[in-house]
């Protein structure tokens, strides 16, 4: 794929944007909040060349792997797979309707392009470490890369898999945090302090990074460090806004998961125009 | 003979190891309880052991397995379901995830270690599971066919499994199948099903009152053409198991016949408690009946 400018980036991540308001909008439910902090990390991963991955064929056999482990922002992931070309753009507005491959959280017997279920939180990384065991006995180059959130930390399951993929050296395995601040009862920091995140991660034997969640530069550049292997997993912790682009959305606690009113969807889709 | 169902499980997953190389062996740490020391000595790079740390295992079982792997996952029956529950539902079953999970000392089996060890309510968990095959061989023997047939099959696999030593009642030449119940004696006055080591129990008292015995070793799928046909000739029902007589085969029974063929029956079990340490096996059996001369008692009621 020839790699996208910044503001083709960006330009992407606003019709991303608000493709996300609409599916919402449309299907009556979802979490907007979080879909809309992992938009940019999710467009940098696929349109940035870090990724190896052929959407006409997407389970093709020599291919990284993702993992949507917090499944509640997959509006984003959907609408992001559709913009490669995945599946036809026309089927996100039936997100969550009976039947549709588009679940309101990825669902493997549904829709075979994703990897695994997910949904349920601190089993993505653990399902990951499977899959990154996997390609190790099999001898393949590919990476897994895990898409978590900051609340997915509060997990106790996910941090066996931090543990175990550290005292394994998993070398093929990366994750990414959407640090967005906010969880579905309110501030992270307040619920229930994770922090110091970058030191729990490095005592456990990762490579960490940080990076601002919003700036494609930034973004790629830190990604880019996940083809290449360093004898540990690898975790960029990515400072991001929930609801971003948004105005009225951001760092609110309401938009974690809603239903969006029409007054709420026209204001979003005017910003994001 | 007797061997306990733990010796052969050790034996079936080292023949299966030698035999297919997709075949893998996890454990949270207990290796050695359940036969695993063989399996991991001869294929290091195929055994695990991922700590204390259960429900990671069933997650990255399900990993493996999505990536082609067959993955046997093994504990206690009591932390299988118990402390994966979640992890079972969504990165096995929800994945369709071709996982195998193994849960010894089911029951009372681990007499010693008390209530916190003993699995009453294992089955019922399992048996919810949508997508969940739930299988409890009857012996040594049964054990070893058991895990081959389990890893032939594609899709999660339960595998209840008794720590005891329990004798052979099924032959090596007996045909096994997943789903397939079978009747080891033919009888007239009562059916008797009856799964895990406890078919010994109903074979001995089935001698005394006439009693045909069903070994359900497959729990789900339900052997529905193997029950009806017995009980349409008996009309008489003991259903028997080494588990709450909430949500195991019990239940399971009476709901299909209570729909297509209403009849009388009694449901042994361990009753809605959880187990007790006991310095032998057979006291905790006997303090809740299910042994053979309950069985004749309980036969004369109904």
């Known amino acids: ?273 | 003979m007797e061997k306990s169902m733990r010796d052969a499980f050790g034996e079936a997953i080292l023949q299966l190891g030698k035999t297919n190389p997709k075949v893998l062996a996890l454990t949270a740490d207990v290796e050695p309880s359940v036969r695993l020391t063989d399996f991991a000595r001869e294929f290091p790079e195929r055994f695990f052991n991922v700590g204390v740390a259960e429900a990671n295992m069933i997650g990255i079982a399900a990993g493996l397995a999505l990536e082609g792997f067959i993955p046997f996952c093994t504990s206690f029956a009591v932390f299988v379901p118990g402390r994966c529950f979640d992890h079972l539902r969504v990165s096995v079953c929800q994945n369709k995830a071709n996982v195998k999970l193994v849960g010894s000392h089911c029951g009372f089996s681990n007499a010693g270690d008390g209530a916190s060890a003993q699995s009453v309510e294992d089955m019922a968990l399992m048996l919810s599971l949508p997508e969940m095959t739930v299988v409890c061989p009857a012996d040594g023997v049964e054990t070893r066919k058991a895990v081959l047939a389990a890893a032939k099959k594609e899709g999660p696999v339960y595998l209840r499994l008794s720590r005891a030593e329990t004798p052979f009642i099924t032959k090596e030449g007996d045909n096994f199948e997943i789903g397939r119940a079978s009747i080891l004696r033919k009888g007239k006055k009562v059916t008797i099903i009856a799964c895990g080591s406890l078919v010994a129990e109903a074979l001995v008292a089935a001698e005394k009152i006439n009693a045909e015995v069903i070994n359900l070793s497959t729990i789900k799928p339900l052997d529905e053409e193997t029950i009806l046909s017995s009980v349409k000739k008996t009309g008489r029902v003991i259903t028997l198991e080494e588990h709450s007589v909430i949500g195991g085969i019990g239940s399971t029974i009476a709901g299909f016949l209570g729909e297509k063929f209403p009849l009388p029956i009694k449901i042994m079990g361990i009753p809605d408690v959880f187990g007790e340490s006991a310095r032998n096996y057979q006291e905790l059996l006997d303090k809740y009946g299910l042994n053979a001369e309950n069985i004749i008692k309980e036969f004369e009621k109904i």
């Open chain 1, 1 to 273: 794929m020839v790699p996208l400018t910044v503001s083709e980036l960006e330009e992407t991540a606003r019709k991303i944007r608000s493709k996300i308001i609409e599916m919402i909008y449309h299907a009556g439910s979802g979490h907007p909040g979080g879909s809309l902090s992992s938009t940019d990390i999710l467009i940098s991963l696929y349109f940035g060349n870090i990724l190896k991955f052929d959407p006409r064929n997407p389970k093709a056999g020599k291919r990284d792997r993702f993992i949507l482990s917090c499944g509640h922002v997959c509006p984003a992931y959907y609408a992001v797979l559709a913009q490669l070309g995945v599946f036809n753009e026309d089927l996100l507005l039936s997100l969550r309707d009976l039947g549709s491959p588009l679940q309101g959280h990825p669902s493997l017997p549904h829709a075979d392009f994703v990897e695994a279920s997910s949904g349920s939180l601190g089993q993505g990384l653990s399902v990951g470490v499977g899959k990154a065991l996997a390609m190790r006995i099999k001898q393949e180059k590919e990476k897994v890369v895990v898409l978590s959130s900051d609340g997915e930390q509060d997990e106790g399951s996910h941090w066996e898999a931090v543990m175990f993929a550290g005292h394994h050296k998993m070398e093929n395995l990366n994750l990414v945090i959407d640090e967005n601040g906010m969880q579905l009862g309110g501030e992270t920091m307040k619920v229930l302090n994770t922090e110091p995140l970058v030191e729990k991660y490095r005592s456990f034997g990762w490579e960490v990074y940080q990076t601002q969640g919003h700036d494609f530069s930034r973004l790629i550049a830190t990604f880019s460090n996940f083809n290449e292997r360093k004898n540990k997993p690898k975790v960029a912790i990515c400072k991001t806004i929930r609801g971003k682009g948004v105005s009225f959305m951001e760092s609110k606690e309401r938009y974690h998961a809603c239903t969006l009113s029409e007054e709420e969807y026209r204001k979003a889709m005017e910003e994001l125009s």
